[in-house]
Every structure is written in C-alpha cells, then in structure tokens.
C-alpha cells in the first residue's frame, strides 16, 4: 500500500492560506497544502545562486501548478528540489520536477520499490480504489514514480548563496526515511509530515520516536516550523502540542 501522509500540529485539516503562492521572510515563497488532494505544502528558498524546492508535489498537475505560480512572481524554478519522504503526494510529480531531486538513501529504496509496485495496471488499479485522494488527482492521469538524481547519507549542507539549506535525516513516528530541511539565515525549518503516526499502522504515534524526533526539534535553532498540512506556525507552538501527544 501507497498511502499519504498528514501532518500533526495546530491549524492541520484547516483550508489553509489562500491557494496562492505565499511568501515568509525575505527569501522563502510557498504555495499551501490542498486538504481536498491532500496535496502538502510546496516551497521554495531562493538563494543568491541556487533556488531549492522542499518536496516535489503529488502530480505533474501540483508540480505545474506551484511553477507555474513561481512563473507569475518573477522567480526562479528550482535548481534543486528535496524530498522530505517517500509517501506519494510528497514525489509522484518528481518526473516533473526542474532541476535534480535529493533524497536519503532509504527514500531512493522505498521509491524503487513503489515503481516496481505500480508497473503492474493492477496495482495502479488497487491504490486508486483504496486511496480516495489518489483517485481523485489521478483521475485522468497515469502514475509515473520516479528516482532520486542525487542520493545522500546521514546529512548534506547546500550552499544556495546567502542562504544555507542544511538537508538532514531523523528518527520519526511517521516514517523511516524522514528528512528535514533547516535553513538557519531565515529561522526555518521544514518537517514533512514527521510529526505525524505510522500510516501502515492505524497512524499510531510511536511515543519513543516521537520524542526523539522532539529533542531533534529542540536542538536546532529555528523560530518557524513548516508542516506538509499545515499553515507555518512557530517552533515553541509546534514542540508544545507534540508534547500533548508524547505522555
């Protein structure tokens, strides 16, 4: 099974900003996440010299859509795009995607698995039964899953010019190849849906992983967190409702 994922915290399964590209700080533009796709939040960091994406979106359709925004405001498609996990609305419009895609290691895996998955119809014919979302953004189109261009272990540091984009993975209870994009010159950092429960699992919230993912949180200096289904809220707010969840 491809499921989605959906982020935990306050203001999650409101409708979000205005479907309209977004900006946060000087150099940070987001379109919101779609509840009626459940398409997640899409970024962009614009750099002095590289423009990096956070997550490359559920569809050709949502990738388009968010350049086609970028289009409109004068700025740049990404050169770099980077995936915070493997669940489908996260990359199944990396085959769109402009530039290279970045991912962990265990993402490039779980990923080819998918593909093999779904080069069966039968397959593709399943996961659209059984995923309402996926059935209503791929009503017309065909599913492509891609592969990452560039992989990674433990931890990479993106020089974007002015802006530095340190690319990580974490222990979570949502997945185990969970990444997090800190950007430390604008007090951002991005989550995914880390926070969130084990979809393959009734979407329990493993309470050691959660709080380790937690002290993770806490010991990165960061004033705005950024969920895959959520509007942006701060860091104290964010660590303030996890511990609700972790006992």
């Not at 409708?15 to 899409?42: C, I, V, Y």
Request: proline share 5%; aromatic share 6%.
């Amino acid at each position: 099974r491809l499921t989605h994922g959906r982020g935990v915290g306050p203001r999650v399964f409101g409708e979000g900003a205005s479907m309209e590209l977004n900006k946060l700080g000087e150099r940070t533009f987001w379109l919101p996440h779609q509840p009626e796709n459940d398409r997640p939040m899409l970024v962009l960091l614009k750099g002095d010299r590289l423009a990096l994406a956070v997550d490359a979106g559920a569809s050709a359709a949502h990738v388009e859509e968010f350049y086609a925004q970028l289009d409109d405001a004068g700025l740049p498609r990404p050169d770099l795009t980077a995936i915070t996990h493997w669940h489908w609305d996260h990359t199944f419009g990396m085959h769109r995607a402009h530039g290279l895609t970045v991912a962990c290691r265990r993402t490039g895996e779980l990923l080819a698995q998918a593909r093999a998955s779904l080069a069966d119809p039968a397959a593709v014919l399943a996961l659209k039964r059984s995923e309402e979302h996926i059935a209503r953004e791929y009503a017309e189109a065909g599913i492509v899953v891609a592969l990452p261009d560039v992989v990674f272990d433990g931890e990479l540091l993106l020089d974007l010019g002015g802006l530095t984009a340190r690319v990580l993975t974490a222990a979570s209870p949502h997945s185990d190849d969970t990444v997090l994009v800190h950007v430390p010159e604008e007090g951002l950092l991005f989550l995914g849906d880390a926070t969130c429960g084990d979809p393959f699992d009734g979407w329990r919230v493993d309470e050691e992983r959660l709080r380790a993912l937690m002290r993770t949180i806490e010991g990165i200096d960061c004033e705005t967190c950024l969920l895959g289904h959520a509007d942006p809220l701060g860091k104290g707010e964010l660590l303030g409702y996890l511990a609700t969840l972790a006992g």
